[in-house]
């Protein structure tokens, strides 16, 4: 498969993956405010997927849409991080899977408003208005839950020492990620690795909790197609209607 | 192509007046040309143009609805056809609505956006250094109802992805207000 296909499927696969586990919450968030958060943010990654796959279909060109890559390839085929596809879990380890997800993703689009293909660009430009906008509302969740109750505290550590060794994944390049950084595309990983560090401290700080080691045993295998267990459950039900009646549209 | 000897020709600014009267299907007081997703309109021949057209949030679930209603709405006038194109560049922000528009969004009870366009260079909501990265953006938002600048942010998310929830202290109503972005 084409570098740059490969690369923008993986865009694609970490915004596709988050926003069914968001759409999973629909009618189910601890307060109406923040249910409403929770699908807003499932639908604007959802928005961006589909300008990721659209492209990647198009470059592609082996007749496939946007459509036929979210609900007709199997776990092996999606490219997401490991973090993205952990469960919801309690809302702390909902929103600390949300908070490392949205560093990331503000900084690596930050990057790739710099890139040299220009439509790739397009996308960054509308996706990072929106994602700036996720960040600032899990960095002040993160903030309110560390720095809340006892007990809040505890399930908000407890989230971040869970998720952390999921989160070197994402700035550990593989011969693809080193492809598209040769061609001008991706960011370097260690410029991506400072900021999101950076920025996980700086909210760590605020919100009274201990940041794991940069430095920590890392897990990693999404990217390549090597996922958990729990990717299966959420392609079952994603792909569900797709796979019992092929072809149904609206 | 146009072989009704005599046909009228087809005006831009006749196309862009009739788009005026297609509503916004989820703020129905607004038009999509006061909301400014249609970016521009070229007309080919007496029956046939081209509408190019942005989307809000790049999930916006009306998107469909409004490029439907927008091919209804000139078919109807006599336009056999017409082509809808999707453009991302420039990215829509709320400086794209129109006055208008705007003051149609306060008349409805929706607060219109009223600052700049959400700050994409850092973290800090614009403000300087030393103020904490997280902290949410402070806005002034107008009551639409009472005009008091005495209001309070309830929720970041609001009815559709474009809308945050405010409520109203002197007056107390609460209300929606147009996302800055």
């Avoid at chain 1, 009274?208 to 267990?229: C, F, I, N, Y």
Wanted: proline share 4%; with cysteine.
């Amino acid at each position: 498969m084409d570098d740059k296909v490969n690369y923008l499927l993986r865009l694609g696969d970490n915004a596709l993956i988050l926003s069914q586990q968001l759409s999973q919450l629909c009618g189910k968030g601890p307060a109406l405010e923040e249910d409403m958060a929770l699908t807003n943010v499932a639908l604007d990654l959802l928005g961006q997927t589909r300008l990721w796959f659209s492209y990647a279909a198009e470059l592609e060109n082996a007749g496939r849409d946007e459509d036929d890559i979210a609900f007709l390839r199997d776990a092996h085929d999606f490219k997401n991080c490991l973090l993205l596809e952990q469960p919801n879990g309690n809302y702390a380890d909902t929103l600390m899977r949300q908070f490392f997800f949205d560093t990331w993703h503000y900084f690596q689009l930050a990057e790739l408003l710099k890139c040299g293909d220009p439509r790739i660009v397009e996308v960054a430009q509308k996706s990072i208005k929106e994602v700036t906008y996720h960040l600032r509302r899990s960095g002040d969740l993160i903030v309110r839950l560390g720095d809340g109750t006892a007990e809040s505290h505890a399930k908000t550590q407890a989230a971040a020492d869970a998720l952390w060794m999921y989160t070197g994944e994402m700035f550990n390049y593989d011969a693809v990620d080193q492809a598209m950084f040769d061609a001008g595309i991706a960011p370097s990983s260690a410029v991506l690795r400072e900021a999101f560090l950076e920025h996980v401290a700086e909210i760590f700080a605020e919100a009274t909790l201990v940041m794991p080691s940069p430095d920590a045993w890392m897990q990693k295998g999404g990217k390549q197609g090597r996922h958990t267990e729990h990717l299966g459950f959420i392609l079952a039900e994603m792909q569900f209607l797709q796979r019992a009646y092929p072809g149904a549209e609206w | 192509m146009n072989t009704a000897a005599g046909a009228a020709a087809l005006d831009a600014a006749q196309v862009w007046a009739w788009l005026d009267e297609v509503p916004d299907p989820e703020i129905p007081v607004i038009s999509v040309v006061d909301l400014g997703i249609v970016r521009a309109v070229d007309v080919v021949s007496s029956d046939e143009c081209i509408v190019t057209i942005t989307p809000t949030y790049s999930g916006c679930p009306a998107m469909q609805v409004i490029a439907d209603a927008v091919t209804d709405a000139l078919r109807s006038h006599g336009v056999a056809k017409v082509t809808l194109v999707n453009q991302l560049a420039p990215a829509w922000t709320t400086d794209w609505m129109s006055e208008t528009g705007k003051a149609k969004l306060k008349g409805y009870g929706i607060a219109p956006p009223q600052q700049q366009v959400i700050d994409i260079s850092g973290l800090r909501g614009g403000a300087g250094a030393g103020v904490k990265r997280h902290v949410l953006p402070r806005l002034d938002v107008i009551c639409p109802n009472c005009g008091s600048s005495h209001t309070q942010l309830t929720s970041q998310f609001g009815s559709t992805p474009c809308k945050a929830l405010y409520k109203c202290l002197d007056c107390r109503e609460p209300f929606d207000y147009f996302k800055c972005h």
